[in-house]
């Protein structure tokens, strides 16, 4: 073992890069899951026909992204990231499968919390008049808060991993280098500290969001 | 205040079908308490969800107010719900608000402004004695502080009518009445029409003006509270009455009977003032009959005090009977045990 080769400032791109990545796919995720989880709740506690027929397409297409593994999910949405962005490579490449293949997942687990919120506590505020809207706001969204955030620390957990495929649309990141370094090349020290940087980045990730969890729980 | 018209509840589709409720009337006046009572699966909790239409009725009329919301559309049946608070077993507050802030939450709704939910919201904190309590969350509070929480939470919009739904099902004895009594306070402070649906007769007998039996999903017997308790007619209203021994339980007339040589066995009911009078002493010396209280109970329900009691008479045929004519004359229930 020899850690003196190591190029660091090649190092620190990649841990840059890596947070780079996750910052901006988490807040998409974010952006995009949280409502697709609320509309899946909601409609899936409609009465209406039309409304349950559409959260069966929709659940239908969350469980079928869900299913793609990741790896081929970015090399097959070259096209799709390539209008977004404008390039389908980098960092920036890699941003909107990251957020195609967290949102859904992030979504599920938005539904699995809402369903969590009391049914009690949300027939009282229909009872005072409540519109869906206001009991989505005012209601389920803070009901499930430890929930929501439980949910988000597990999703951007596994994008972590989810970045380390990114390579392969040279989007880089810690886990790219330790794949490209480590399982081609043989260079054991190089992967052992992108891995060992992961591990730390998830370890601070999880107990953030644990952190968060316990200071919002009030039951 | 109430008004409800061949109220039909179907549940499920085709073959599947449970009717809980069917062709159900109901009547409640402006500033009465009335309590329905029931087993459960009687329909009660249907019933009062019927009234703000969390559960729609599949046939009939619900009037509050004056307002047929069977009518209405979805924006202003929101708005006059906010006019009917509701309670609950559980509570239902939001866990994630402080006892201040599940108090706004309904004024929040209607975006009342800030300093407007702190007048109201710090009148009700006092109304219902949690002034200690406003910044806890509902984790930390008892079941009897919840209720009341809950309470203040159905008052915050003025509310025309208050619904309960087993309000007082969760807490223990003591809680309960302390809870009772806050209804009945807050229904004579504001002359607030309040609904009930329970399981328990003591419920009814403590705070109740009339009440309705519910059997099947439909009210089998209704009237003021003293009259339905001590002349029950529905079997259903029978056993509660007899179960929770309100107004006596029935001994068997074979105990009674037993090795005694008695002329008349009668049961007396009274009520009110009346409870208060020598006249069945009074009677007896006149007639020269002498008697035996065999068993009674004489209690409150409500603010009425009555009495109920089996009696014994020993004398003549014919002093037996003017007793029980004078008896009745003096304007007692009196019924001849055979």
Known sequence: MDFSAIDWTEMWQATKDTLLMLGFSTLFTIIIGLPLGVVLYIFSKSNSIVLKFIYRVLSLIVNIIRSVPFIILIVALIPVTRAIMGVSTGVEGTIPPLVIAAAPFFARLVETSLREVDRGVIEASYAMGATTMQVVRKVLLPESLPGLIAGMTITVVTLVSYTAMSGMVGGGGLGDLAIRYGYYRYELEIMIIAVACMVVLVQILQMLGDRLVIYFSRK | MIQLTNITKVYGKKKKQTTALSELNLHVKKGEIFGVIGHSGAGKSTLIRCINL????????????????TQLGKKELQQHRGKIGMIFQHFNLLSSATVYDNIAFPLTLRGTAKHEIKRKVDELIHLVGLQEHQSKYPAQLSG???????????LANDPDVLLCDEATSALDPQTTDSILSLLLDINKRFNLTIMLITHEMHVIQSICDRVGVIHDGGIVEVGPVTEVFLKPKHPITKEFVNRDSIGGDDMKLSELRSGQQWTRLVKITYLGAKTYESTLSQVVRETGVDFAILQGEISTIKDTPYGKMTVALKGTDEAVQRTILMLKEHDLDVEVME
């Open chain 2, 54 to 69: 969390l559960e729609r009725p599949t046939d009939g009329e619900v009037w509050v107010g004056g307002v047929e919301l």
């Open chain 2, 144 to 154: 009897g502080q919840k209720q009341r929480v809950g309470i203040a939470r159905a």
